[in-house]
């Protein structure tokens, strides 16, 4: 039988009764800074036509700072171009902002002096963040504001910290909506990352 032996100098020996030797707990800030990392805030509002999108637009842009990314989905026609529209009024930048399916990115940039608007129809990056960063855009992506239209999955590296914007037609009861209420929409904000953790959405429902 092999004699027993003492731990090595730099051995932690388990407790008899735990043969696992517990983990060591994170510091405070570690875990703080792990919980904010992974932190999210979630805002879903009824949007009533394409005017009130625009509005959205407008109070969202005032929320913005550079570096942001925000990633839109919803199906065609769901209103995503309107609601940018609406980000690059507020934003103040240069030029009309319209689908940007036939040149897969559009730099708007600024006339005030803020950041611009970077809008991204991701819907032909089969190469993702890769295929985003040859696109050779004459901007700076951490001083803009960079919007991506069919993004899941694609960009979501360009930051850790995000907003997903999910536009969803209102499907409601078994008759068929009123005439005036064909353009309603059901918009989800969910903040991702430390940016947002302390980010003012709620402040887009007053």
Do not use: C
């Not at 959205?56 to 026609?77: H, I, K, Q, Y």
């Not at 009024?89 to 608007?117: C, D, K, M, W």
């Not at 499907?171 to 353009?183: F, H, N, R, Y």
């Amino acid at each position: 039988m092999e004699a027993p032996h003492s731990p090595a100098p730099d051995d932690v020996a388990a407790p008899a009764d735990n043969p696992a030797a517990p983990a060591t707990p994170a510091s405070p800030d570690a875990r703080d800074a792990r919980d904010a990392r992974d932190a999210s805030v979630t805002l879903t509002l009824t949007v009533g036509s394409p005017e009130r999108m625009t509005e959205l637009g407008l109070r969202l842009a005032a929320l913005l700072r550079p570096g942001d990314l925000v990633m839109l989905t919803g199906e065609l026609g769901a209103g995503k171009t309107t609601l940018t529209r609406g980000l690059g009024e507020g934003l103040g930048v240069r030029g009309a902002v319209t689908s940007p399916t036939f040149v897969i990115a559009r730099v708007h940039p600024s006339l005030t002096g803020g950041p611009a608007l970077v809008h991204v129809d991701a819907y032909r990056l089969g190469g993702g963040l890769d295929e985003m960063e040859d696109l050779d855009l004459d901007v700076s992506l951490p001083d803009s504001v960079v919007v991506v239209e069919w993004g899941d999955g694609k960009v979501e590296e360009l930051s850790e910290d995000r907003l997903h914007v999910v536009i969803d037609r209102v499907v409601g009861g078994t008759d068929p909506a009123p005439a005036e209420e064909d353009d309603r929409r059901t918009v989800t904000l969910t903040g991702l990352g430390a940016r947002w953790a302390d980010a003012d959405l709620a402040s887009l429902a007053r």
